[in-house]
């Protein structure tokens, strides 16, 4: 199994300001995901990061409010943007398991915009 | 058109069976069936993926029929540690890159 650490586990951020999320796992793995799960909601997929290559990202997702970077096989970075209250969420970062369709997941940052 | 549908909430007893079922007429044919355990204030952990019949680990048991149009989790004696929203999710395998797509799920209350 994989372990992933992220960066930070909650922050309360003022709207207007940008927010850096780091996610570190413990072994190399060639795609990581980030999903974003807004209060008492079910997870959303963000974006799919490859390194070496831009993210793609989902429809209603954009670059611009959601960069991501992945500049080694172990870790990647999720900024989000010009924080609004309505980005107030659960932010995670997940890998590829062993299984065809497992996946692991941080624990996810918690962000509250006020 | 939602993938997978399932009921929002169920409530059962410590020492119980729960079993959730998940109704999922448009599953392709190279998807697997996949169901997550999320605890508050934590990722969702995988718990048991089955593509027909029967499938049985350590934590719990699916059930597929033969048209794989639904699919029932069972988790045998919950306990109160059990209390978790459970997702059930169809997804292709590997090749496509393990994009999962997340449901409503179903909250899974223990009471002692």
């Known amino acids: 199994s994989a372990v992933i650490s992220q960066k930070p586990s909650r922050d309360i951020c003022q709207r207007g300001t940008s927010l850096t999320i780091q996610c570190q796992v413990d072994s190399q793995v060639t795609m990581m995901f980030w999903y974003r799960q807004q209060p008492g909601q079910s997870l959303t997929l963000i974006a799919t990061a490859n390194q070496g290559s831009e993210a793609t990202y989902e429809s209603g997702f954009v670059i611009d409010k959601f960069p991501i970077s992945r500049p080694n096989l172990t870790f990647s970075t999720l900024t989000v943007s010009n924080m609004s209250p309505e980005d107030s969420s659960i932010y995670l970062c997940?890998?590829?398991?062993?299984?065809?369709?497992?996946?692991?997941f941080g624990q996810g940052t918690r962000l509250t915009v006020v | 058109l939602a993938k997978t549908t399932q009921p929002i909430s169920m409530d059962s007893y410590e020492g119980q069976e729960v079993n959730i079922t998940c109704s999922h007429n448009n599953i392709a044919t190279n998807d697997y069936i996949t169901w997550y355990q999320q605890f508050p204030s934590q990722g969702p952990r995988f718990i048991i993926q089955?593509?027909?019949t029967k499938v049985t680990n350590e934590v719990a048991s699916l059930f597929i029929p033969a048209d794989r149009k639904s699919s029932t989790l069972s988790l045998p004696r919950v306990s109160l540690s059990d209390t978790a929203v459970y997702y059930c999710?169809?997804?292709?395998?590997?090749?496509?890159?393990?994009?999962?797509?997340f449901g409503g799920g179903t909250r899974v209350l223990v009471k002692p």
């Open positions: 997940s890998v590829e398991g062993q299984v065809d369709t497992e996946a692991f």
């Open positions: 999710l169809v997804a292709p395998r590997r090749a496509a890159g393990n994009k999962l797509t």
């Open positions: 089955g593509y027909k």
